[in-house]
T-cell receptor, first 112, second 114 residues
Framework: DAKTTQPPSMDCAEGRAANLPCNHSTISGNEYVYWYRQIHSQGPQYIIHGLKNNETNEMASLIITEDRKSSTLILPHATLRDTAVYYCIVRVRGTSYGKLTFGQGTILTVHP | DTEVTQTPKHLVMGMTNKKSLKCEQHMGHRAMYWYKQKAKKPPELMFVYSYEKLSINESVPSRFSPECPNSSLLNLHLHALQPEDSALYLC?????????????FGEGSWLTVV
């Protein structure tokens, strides 16, 4: 699976958009980009995923660059409850078991 | 509804005890997973079950023994654990194996080995 690089930490003001970057420069054409977050002492929560196109759901938007070497997760109006560790994960399509391998993630702190 | 239920939420056990962690999902998912998460570290995959058969064992010590009695249940039997096995144990499930299937996690079971 392609390796991902994320900043260790980021801050965001409540009510503003939080833009979390992820670099996956070695991604191949058959790999998905997944985002999860983990709020302290809870299980990881699925946010969104994409292959080539940008995606949006009720939680967030995922912007994938045209060359697919990087992506950005956007939380449009961050709240204090969005403070969490955010993981960007690349998963190989069609693998026998679709392994989800977590990196170190980005600690997002939303402050008042 | 994406819900994976794990019990117990907290478990304290001695090194000679035998205990089990339980996981249940009623989403009709056919793939189930155990992950282990040490403090301040990301989750690490332990086991993958697909259609109730063990598909992947990530070189986990035999003191951890998984079991999938039916398509909705996944157990992790614990025996002769060490203090360093203290961690958050996460169960997860997905419709099928394969990267196009989103994996959903439970809230985890906190295990302390004394």
């Amino acid at each position: 699976d392609a390796k991902t690089t994320q900043p260790p930490s980021m801050d965001c003001a409540e009510g503003r958009a939080a833009n979390l970057p992820c670099n996956h420069s070695t991604i191949s054409g058959n790999e998905y980009v997944y985002w999860y977050r983990q709020i302290h002492s809870q299980g990881p929560q699925y946010i969104i995923h994409g292959l080539k196109n940008n995606e949006t759901n009720e939680m967030a938007s995922l912007i994938i660059t045209e060359d697919r070497k990087s992506s950005t997760l956007i939380l449009p109006h961050a709240t204090l409850r969005d403070t969490a560790v955010y993981y960007c994960i690349v998963r190989v399509r069609g693998t026998s078991y679709g392994k989800l391998t977590f990196g170190q993630g980005t600690i997002l702190t939303v402050h008042p | 509804d994406t819900e994976v239920t794990q019990t117990p939420k907290h478990l304290v056990m001695g090194m000679t005890n035998k205990k089990s962690l339980k996981c249940e999902q009623h989403m009709g998912h056919r793939a189930m997973y155990w992950y282990k998460q040490k403090a301040k570290k990301p989750p690490e995959l332990m086991f993958v079950y697909s259609y109730e058969k063990l598909s992947i064992n990530e070189s986990v010590p035999s003191r951890f023994s998984p079991e999938c009695p039916n398509s909705s249940l996944l157990n992790l039997h614990l025996h002769a654990l060490q203090p360093e096995d203290s961690a958050l144990y996460l169960c997860a499930s997905s419709q099928e194996k394969g990267a196009g299937n989103t994996i959903y996690f439970g809230e985890g079971s906190w295990l302390t080995v004394v």
